[in-house]
């Protein structure tokens, strides 16, 4: 299972669509819930399901700059990474104690900054 997220104006390539797994979805849907702590229910679901949820290019292109800044202030998205881990760790534990959803912090960087790309080129976009 995986999350499509489709650009509803790309300005370009990198804007017409962005594709997760599961596992690296959830990580990052937490992360942008952490950043909009005033979203919705229905926001909120819509991130988490493939249900046609869209948010509009003034969310996007705004959620583009938090990604961005909070993956160069190092000690904060450390932080940040190691609290989503450790919530997904409880929601997904093998029986060996390690989680479905465990990524590196170079790996959750990486994938934060092309989502962050995605948004900034999408004009706005849609969760299926």
């Keep these: 299972m995986g999350f499509d997220i489709f650009g509803l104006n790309a300005k370009n390539k990198k804007g017409e ?26 926001q909120s679901e819509d991130l988490g399901m493939n249900n046609g949820g869209k948010f509009n290019a003034k969310f996007a292109d705004k959620l583009a700059t938090e990604l961005k800044n909070v993956t160069t202030d190092k000690d904060k998205f450390k932080v940040a990474h190691k ?46």
Aim: negative net charge; hydrophobic residues 40%; contains cysteine.
């Design 17 to 42: 669509y962005f594709r997760n797994n599961v596992w690296g979805w959830r990580p990052l849907q937490m992360l942008i819930q952490m950043l909009h702590p005033h979203l919705s229910e229905k």
């Design 83 to 128: 609290n989503i881990m450790e919530a997904l760790g409880v929601i997904g534990a093998n029986k060996d104690g390690s989680s479905w959803y465990e990524c590196t912090l170079e790996e959750f960087k990486e994938n934060v900054l092309n989502f962050a790309e995605f948004c900034e080129n999408s004009g706005g976009f849609e969760v299926d």
